[in-house]
């Protein structure tokens, strides 16, 4: 850390607005040349502030992120006239909305949609190409490959234009992927990166700020962003460690941040649209309306699921879908609803379905099976926080451990 005065997530963000400052300036086409600049200026920045933090961080950044633009482009020994006319000061107005509007070029239609969000999530948010891959289900080489020939594309034909309504729902879904990494990490030592669901409430805010954007699938957005980051201080205990929603205290969840979510849900009604961000929202709001977890109405967050997949069809979704079943009806319907399932092989690798398998057969009493499920998941977890979660069980599936018992 360079110092104290800036945390990390700072260095994150300010890499998105470099990129879409400098693509502004110089070119989209030019993105990688900006990416370079951008990620020059901010390695720089960790050395030379250890101890002396400049008067105006941001423009610090983008000047020397500007001069490395244009000192690479005289080497080339082109676009020399071009240069020496742009602008170099530090514009703070072009920072409010530059992350959004290219996003918006990266939604280009010619791009496939997971090269678009390969190309936003790695260009913008600064996410490694390990992280892309594991968010994705991808492997790290089909991440680069996707990412180098959308890049080829925005050299060749982009340009930075005005916000394209026909290309809101793509942007929509970069915003998503951003929240899901920052509710569920991928970083081995977080399981919530705050500073990625910050970002992705201020842009879809910025979105619906636009009357293009200004979407019932915004709204419904927003307010799923809300609802779960309401119960953020409640998701983890004092060391860190994750807890499982009926371990946490209710009485720690934000009551702002619920009502704002519930107002946004209740605006994103208008219309007859139905998204995947309707569905879910409402299953957020189920939970968080919930006076306890055993007062949870189970059987509408089945039916909700069950929307979700007729509208964005996901093994995840049956995957859940059956976890609620299972508090609604028993442990022996969940599993026979995940035994009839042909589940991809992604899935079945990925260690929730362990996990999910593990605490199914726990509960009927089957400590075999749990045990083996569990201890894959366990192996298979991506981040410490969850292997603790999974330690916990073990600990209680093990002989001589609490006896497993069937919720009610």
Known sequence: ???????????????????????????????????????????????????????????WLYRVAHNYVLDELRREKRDQRYSAEVREDYVEQEVHDGVLRLLFVCADPAIPPESQLVLALKTLCGFSTEEIALRLFQSVDAVHKRLQRARSRLREHAELTPIDPERVHGVLHMVYLLFNEGYSSAQPDRVIRRELCDEALRLALLLNDEPAGALPETEALIALICLHMARFDARVDGWGGLLLLEEQDRSLWDRVLLQRGIDHLVRSARGEAVSRYHAEAGIAAEHCLAPTYAETDWAEI????????????????????????????????????????????????????DAALGDLHRRRGDRDRALAHTKRALAAAPTNPEKALLERRLEAIAPGGPPPSEKK
């Open 1 to 59: 850390m360079p110092t104290p005065e800036l945390p990390e997530h700072w260095f994150r963000r300010e890499l998105g607005r470099l990129v879409s400052i400098l693509s502004r300036r110089f070119g989209v086409r030019r993105i990688e040349l900006c990416e370079d600049a951008a990620q020059t200026a901010l390695l720089q920045a960790t050395r030379s502030w250890a101890t002396d933090l400049p008067d105006n961080p941001e423009a």
């Open 302 to 353: 089945v039916r909700l699921y069950e929307v979700l997949e007729r509208i964005a069809p996901s093994p995840l979704n049956v995957l859940n879908r059956a976890i609620a079943l299972s508090e609604w009806k028993g442990a022996d319907v969940g599993l026979a609803e995940l035994e009839g399932f042909e589940a991809p092989s992604w899935l079945v690798e990925y260690y929730l379905w």
